[in-house]
């Protein structure tokens, strides 16, 4: 699994509590005053998964307001860019002469060598915070900088892709080896960098191999949307974003997929899903099939047992006598397509509740 630690206050005496915070966000992001009116018992929870030079970290706190002073600035500053994606509660950010409100869903993004002041709500926030070393984020300063104090939304275009990538990330680091932390921060960094260039209209300031990692996490999105279309093929794909096959083949290749390998493993997870849910135990498995781009039961039937290495009556039968839940001996019921690996795009999301 990834290497990553939990801090509670609650797991500290009372009066100990708002101190430890302040120096745990110091040395997550930068040293910073902070205040709140909870410091009387402050209740905070957050998480840090390292990435390599990336660091993400999952939080939910009391009100806060933190300060990054000009001397706070001189005295230490690990020139970093900074994105909370808020999930929860409501947000305020200055910088003096702009001030921006932050709604769920929203990127607030700020730079460790900047001032700014950051005002949360009266009730708990939860964010999924992100550390990149400026040096990585692949547009000059002078437009990054621009972006600070703009609004990027987590809710569509890059900035949905990359919310969706953070989220499906921290809902489970188990599924990934320590190797895969610097591959990992390498996909944060290019979809920081991307959104950044699309905020200041830069794109073609971007380097190409960025590019590309981008174009696969967007193609795979689109791919998730549209499962259930037949006429979903290479071709489709490439003529909708723009690209040639050849170029779409070769992106994917550097990932060690195929298009249509993707596609197949997506539908049949997804088909996998349904007939191992109690709730759809009425839904024929011909219905099924169709509604995840399998119009011929028989090719459906084929895939599957190619899969899976059983025909989907036989993994329905069994999961569905589970006495505990549709989860048969052996665990073939949560085990992926063979010949291929879980990847972040396919892990469901996260809720707060689940750190």
Do not use: C
């Amino acid at each position: 699994m990834l290497h990553e630690s939990v801090f509670r206050t609650t797991d500290l005496p009372v009066g100990a509590r708002f101190d430890a915070w302040t120096e745990r966000m110091g040395r997550t992001h930068a040293p910073m005053q902070l205040d709140s009116d909870r410091t009387a018992d402050y209740h905070g929870r957050q998480r840090v998964i390292g990435l390599g030079d990336v660091t993400l970290w999952p939080a939910t706190f009391d009100h806060l307001v933190f300060r990054r002073t000009p001397k706070l600035i001189r005295q230490s500053d690990p020139e970093s860019y900074h994105l909370s994606l808020l999930l929860r509660g409501e947000g305020a950010a200055d910088w003096g002469r702009q001030r921006t409100a932050y709604r769920v869903h929203d990127f607030h993004t700020n730079s460790s060598s900047r001032p700014w002041e950051i005002f949360t709500g009266a009730d708990p926030v939860t964010i999924v915070g992100v550390e990149v070393p400026r040096a990585l984020v692949a547009v000059p300063a002078r437009h990054a900088d621009r972006v600070l104090g703009s609004l990027i939304s987590g809710r569509e275009g890059i900035g949905a892709l990359l919310a969706q990538f953070l989220l499906q990330l921290v809902a489970d680091t188990t599924v990934y080896e320590p190797a895969d932390a610097p591959r990992l921060g390498t996909v944060v960094t290019d979809l920081v960098t991307t959104a950044f260039a699309h905020a200041v209209d830069a794109d073609l300031r971007l380097p190409p191999e960025t590019h590309g990692r981008t174009l696969v996490l967007r193609v795979k999105e689109f791919i998730r949307r549209h499962l259930d279309d037949p006429g979903l093929t290479p071709a489709a794909i490439a003529e909708a974003h723009h690209v040639s096959r050849s170029y779409l083949y070769r992106q994917f290749q550097a990932e060690g997929l195929t298009v249509a390998s993707y596609i197949r493993d997506q539908r049949l997870d997804n088909a996998r899903r349904e007939l191992v849910d109690p709730r759809l135990r009425a839904l024929p498995i011909h219905a099924v099939a169709a509604r995840w781009g399998f119009p011929r039961a028989a090719e459906f039937t084929r895939a599957f047992r190619t899969a899976y290495g059983l025909p989907p009556s036989e993994l329905r039968e069994r999961a569905l006598a589970q006495p505990h839940g549709p989860v048969p001996p052996d665990g073939v019921v949560d085990a992926t397509p063979r010949g291929r690996g879980r990847s972040a795009n396919d892990t469901p999301g996260v809720t707060p509740a689940s750190w």
